[in-house]
């Protein structure tokens, strides 16, 4: 399964790289915290304007162990941008989202596909950097929950 999440994120990287142009991609370095399990994270996302405010936005996440659960996330939303100044803009978010948990002991690592839904707004810093915020509910069986994603962006 990990041979695969890593050939879709070459892929995508692979796209990016040969239809960007300067400012259509953006890097970010995230704390994650989910509701479900109490779980904190550290996540990474790249994002790739591809028509005028739509952005598509890859994601990974680590989540770190906690009673015993650690988990890997990865994600694909979908974000329509709305300028509402010259220095902060606001974006709903959909997207699909792919889990594996990764319990302790004698059972079994658990894989869910399931969805998001949300809101994020960003905040420019400095010319090429901003500070950013998203709220999401993800839904998959057994494991819905609220994630709060807080990160720095940087544009290229």
Not at 6 to 28: C, K, L, P, R, Y
Not at 100 to 121: L, S, T, W
Request: with cysteine.
């Amino acid at each position: 399964m990990k041979k695969y999440i890593f050939m879709a994120i070459v892929a995508i990287a692979s796209i990016i790289n040969v239809h960007a142009e300067q400012g259509d991609v953006s890097a970010t370095a995230q704390f994650v915290y989910a509701s479900k399990h109490s779980m904190a994270g550290l996540g990474a996302q790249l994002q790739y304007e591809f028509a005028t405010n739509w952005r598509v936005a890859p994601e990974f996440i680590y989540f770190f162990k906690d009673d015993g659960l650690s988990a890997l996330n990865v994600n694909l939303n979908m974000q329509y941008v709305i300028p509402t100044s010259s220095t902060f803009a606001v974006y709903p978010l959909v997207g699909f989202s792919y889990a594996h948990y990764m319990p302790d002991g004698p059972v079994d690592d658990i894989d869910r596909c399931g969805a998001n839904v949300g809101m994020g707004a960003e905040y420019q810093l400095k010319n090429r950097l901003f500070f950013f915020s998203e709220e999401r509910f993800q839904i998959m069986k057994d494991f819905n929950q609220s994630v709060t994603v807080l990160g720095l962006k940087y544009t290229f």
